[in-house]
């Protein structure tokens, strides 16, 4: 294992499965941040900068159920490497808070728990594609599958854009796999994950992970708070 770097600023990474209200949640403590003067820059996985998002599409079209587990595993490090090279690391270098939408651990979650790809081929390609950064705090916003998938399928229908739904057409065991591995990650390394109820209203949700976030920044990071 690569030795971790030890940044000036502070990394967050929110994870969950499908529909969990992770998205919601990281854009609200994003804009909650930088109006107390915090600065913050808010990216996600898969993509987070050009090319990386051009990697999101192969990754998420529905078209592309053909893609090999595999071939599926190298196209996210490949992501991933592009976006710690291009946005994540000089951020955390430049002591910004650096808000992730997934990373390494939802490799693990849904390429080894879900698909059952061997644990240490995923920890390795992780090591290379990470350079050495890795989460400071992670926020796991739990619920059941049956719960997100619904309401990730409803998100679907209404959305105008491209449809990004490779995972949704998953079985109902594969999430349960990958909620499981999640709770899996989070029990093995309690000190680094925060876990949330998804069941919660939007503001409950808020309101718990603004306070506890706040709590664990680095007194040097909390401008005006
Ligand atoms: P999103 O729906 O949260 O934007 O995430 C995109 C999909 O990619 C989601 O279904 C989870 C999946 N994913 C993986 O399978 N492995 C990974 O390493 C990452 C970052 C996401």
New binding site residues.
């Given amino acids: 294992m690569r030795p971790r770097i030890k940044h000036v600023g502070y990394f967050i990474t929110f994870e969950g499965v499908?529909g969990c209200g992770k998205?919601t949640q990281i854009k609200l403590l994003s804009e909650f941040l930088s109006t107390h003067g915090m600065r913050t820059v808010l990216t996600?996985?898969?993509g987070g900068c050009p090319i990386a998002d051009k990697i999101r599409t192969i990754?998420?079209d529905a078209e592309n159920r053909a893609l090999s587990p595999l071939a599926e595993l190298m196209l996210?490090a490949a992501a991933r490497a592009q976006h710690v090279t291009e946005i994540i690391s000089p951020a955390l270098e430049s002591g910004e808070i650096v808000l992730c939408?997934?990373?390494c651990d939802?490799?693990v979650a849904?390429?080894s728990f879900g698909r059952g790809i061997d644990r240490s081929i995923i920890d390795t390609l992780n090591d290379h594609a990470c350079h050495g950064v890795s989460p400071d705090l992670t926020v796991l916003v739990d619920c059941d599958p049956r719960v997100g998938l619904e309401r990730a399928r409803r998100r679907i229908e209404l959305s105008s854009g491209p449809r990004?739904e490779r995972?949704e057409l998953e079985e109902l065991a594969f999430h349960q796999r990958v909620r499981a591995g999640y709770l899996q990650l989070a029990t093995d390394d309690s000190t680094r994950f925060l876990i949330i109820n998804g069941t919660d209203s939007i503001d409950e949700i808020f309101a718990t992970i603004s306070t506890q976030v706040l709590a664990r920044i680095p007194e040097a990071l909390r401008a005006v708070c």
Avoid: C, G, K, S
């Fill in positions: 499908e998205t996600r996985e898969p990754l998420l996210y939408d997934r990373f939802a490799t849904y390429q990004e995972f």
